[in-house]
């Protein structure tokens, strides 16, 4: 399905609010240990600024947050609350630590895989963080890769209208919860909330 698709360049990444709206759309494409690759579209972004209170770079680069403060275009996969893990795609300048989390894809190929990994199907198969990176199988062993190179892409997508894009607060954050830093595609029933 995404032969002759082209990764995503990292130059369209540089600043972070840009990069979360210009990432709906693209296609995060993993490859298994087997060769089974699982594809979704990326329905739901969220920008985090190193100067943003709800970010984890705000107070300083860490080896937890080090690969946020790296080249635009690596992954940055935390732990959630214990629970779950959470991929960024990062953005900004190299030194500058920003990202852009990844919360909702729409599944493409590789469904049943995916039913299987997440234990479940429908609209709960990857509507939330936690949920897709469970349903892509994605894990702190890709934490800092490369997103231009298997098993773990980004690949340029189909570029989502404007009049389908809906901007609004954040969610799940204790700070800066006013800022409008949240994209999701308005027609997809993927999208975690309303």
């Not at 594809?39 to 739901?44: A, D, F, P, Q």
């Not at 349903?135 to 209208?161: F, K, M, N, S, T």
């Not at 009049?163 to 027609?187: N, Y």
Request: aromatic residues 6%; hydrophobic residues 40%; charged residues 20%.
């Amino acid at each position: 399905m995404v032969g002759g698709v082209q990764p995503l360049d990292p130059e369209s990444l540089l600043e972070p609010a840009a990069a979360a709206r210009g990432l709906l759309g693209a296609l995060l494409e993993r490859t298994l240990s087997d060769g089974t690759v699982l594809v979704g579209r990326i329905v739901e972004t969220e920008a985090y600024f190193q100067d943003d209170p709800a970010s984890h770079t705000y107070r300083g680069q860490t080896p937890r947050n080090a690969a946020m403060f790296g080249p635009p275009g690596h992954a940055y996969i935390y732990l959630s609350y214990g629970i779950h893990w959470c991929f960024n795609v990062t953005a900004g300048p190299a030194g500058y630590g920003a990202g852009v989390l990844i919360r909702a894809v729409e599944p493409l190929e590789g469904l049943k895989v995916m039913e299987e990994l997440r234990g479940r199907g429908g609209r709960e198969l990857s509507n939330g963080p936690g949920k897709l990176t469970r349903a892509l199988a994605i894990g702190p062993e890709l934490y800092g890769h490369d997103l231009r190179l298997p098993p773990l892409r980004v690949l340029q997508g189909e570029q989502v209208p404007d009049g389908l894009v809906e901007r609004s607060a954040r969610i799940g954050i204790s700070a800066a919860r006013e800022e409008l830093l949240r994209f999701s595609v308005s027609d997809s029933e993927f999208v975690s909330r309303r």
